[in-house]
């Protein structure tokens, strides 16, 4: 499958979001909607694309020679926690456009892209008035899509994060909403919980792309085998099918590839993140089909020759962790600090890590996700809408009257459900 040169240049028309085409206006990287990436997926059935965490620029520039070579949309992304206003990376939400937007002008990447704000975090109410106030400056910086993650408080109050927050989002962008903090095995999501923000959300016509779960999986570094619980995840997006709203599945790292094709091939999953792996292997360390770093016998991260990094860049960047006390978990925060001093490294190494990331996204996307051939599909839906706003998959169904302050208070009550352990579990 392939995109002629006229249909390119006519999705490159009229698909790209007024950000992008005010941020870019000479560029011809086709940047879309996260709802563009989202329908080509479905489009194909029994398929999911990366979400990369873009944590530094090598891996924006690796996922993007994997989703050229495999034909396929994809999505790159970064969380609050990654970078936001306390990043800890060197990419962040105001400055990860205009790097996608570059990297895809100087490769040649033609397929087509969304800029995703994943995690956008509200942990308390307090929060709410910085993000009315931040919100509209990220998609003023060539956001395209973003996660409003309000999963860390009581249900009703997620709900009304999230009716709060939607009216600064554009009605093109692409929207995430999430159920149940990433916890592992413990708090798992249930159908009630996620009918109850879907229907919420519906009544108010407020109609999300993707909803995250707390399915099995956790964040960063994967020690355990349980991982994602595909019949519950199925269940769950049985149970929303009339409100057409796909899976985003979160902490892909810890999971093998067998159970990461099951989710493809069995929910209505679109959407699949992939942060700590991609991290990994672009500084040459050792990983398993987990996209777990393996350790040594004394329990420290293997350095494969000649991989990655250099040997010598590696031992500077183990000693700053070590000097910082920091355990394996956060050797994710040498991402910032160490950014300037990889730029700096002679060509042909920042190119071997971009190519470590390309062949480990390229496999995930051809031989794990069925993401093969989705791009032709995204460019599809927009020339068939004509216009870089593809619309909601679904109209109202619920009744707002139903769906008042006071009533969500009283159906939130009577959810109950085991939320599993407190603490503060990160993005």
């Known amino acids: 499958m392939s995109v002629s040169r006229a249909d390119f240049d006519q999705a490159l028309s009229v698909g790209r979001p007024p950000n992008v085409v005010k941020l870019f206006p000479n560029s011809r990287a086709l940047i879309v909607s996260g709802k563009v990436i989202d329908r080509g997926l479905m489009a194909k059935g029994k398929a999911m694309t990366i979400a990369a965490n873009g944590r530094n620029n090598f ?3 690796g996922a993007l020679m994997a989703a050229q070579r495999a034909n396929a949309a994809i999505i790159i992304e970064i969380a609050r926690s990654e970078g936001g206003a ?5 990419v962040n939400y105001w400055n990860m456009a205009r790097q996608v937007d570059q990297a895809m002008n100087e490769l040649g990447i033609t397929v087509p892209v969304a800029i995703h704000a994943d995690h956008y975090g509200i942990k308390k109410e307090s929060d709410l008035d910085f993000a009315k ?11 395209t899509s973003i996660a409003i993650d309000a999963s ?7 709900l009304l994060s999230n009716l709060a927050l939607a009216q600064f989002v554009p009605s093109w962008a692409g929207l995430e909403t999430e159920i149940g903090e990433i916890k592992g095995d413990q708090g798992l999501s249930s159908a009630e919980e996620a009918l109850f923000l879907i229907q919420g959300l519906n009544a108010h016509n407020i109609f999300p792309d993707w909803i995250a779960l707390n399915n099995g999986t956790t964040h960063g570094i994967e020690e ?3 991982g994602i619980q595909v019949e519950l995840t199925a269940d769950i997006h049985a149970k929303l099918a009339p409100y057409r709203i796909s899976g985003a599945q979160h902490g892909t790292s810890g999971n093998s590839s067998e159970r990461l094709r099951e989710i493809a091939a069995k929910t209505a999953t679109t959407k699949a993140n992939v942060a700590t792996a991609l991290q990994m292997i672009s500084w040459g360390l050792e990983v398993n089909d987990y996209g777990n770093a393996i350790l040594d016998a004394d329990g420290n991260f293997i350095k494969v020759k000649d991989a990655g990094v250099t040997e010598a860049m590696w031992r500077q960047m183990v000693e700053y962790a070590e000097g910082k006390g920091w355990k394996k978990g956060n050797y994710k925060s040498l991402n910032l600090p160490f950014e300037p001093k990889l730029l700096g490294q002679p060509q042909p190494i920042r190119e071997r890590m971009a190519r470590r990331v390309e062949e480990f996204v390229y496999n995930l996307l051809v031989n794990v996700f069925n993401a093969q051939d989705t791009a032709p599909l995204a460019v599809a839906a927009i020339l068939e809408k004509g216009s870089h706003d593809l619309g909601a998959k679904v109209g109202r169904i619920e009744n707002p009257a139903e769906w008042s302050g006071e009533l969500i208070a009283k159906r939130a009550a009577a959810l109950g459900g085991d939320k599993g352990p407190a603490g503060d579990f990160d993005d």
């Open 224 to 226: 355990s085998g349980q």
């Open 152 to 158: 860390h408080l009581p249900d009703d109050k997620n």
């Open 86 to 90: 306390n990043a800890y990376c060197p």
């Open 133 to 143: 106030v931040e919100i509209p400056t990220i998609f003023e910086a060539g956001i």
């Open 59 to 61: 891996i924006i520039r």
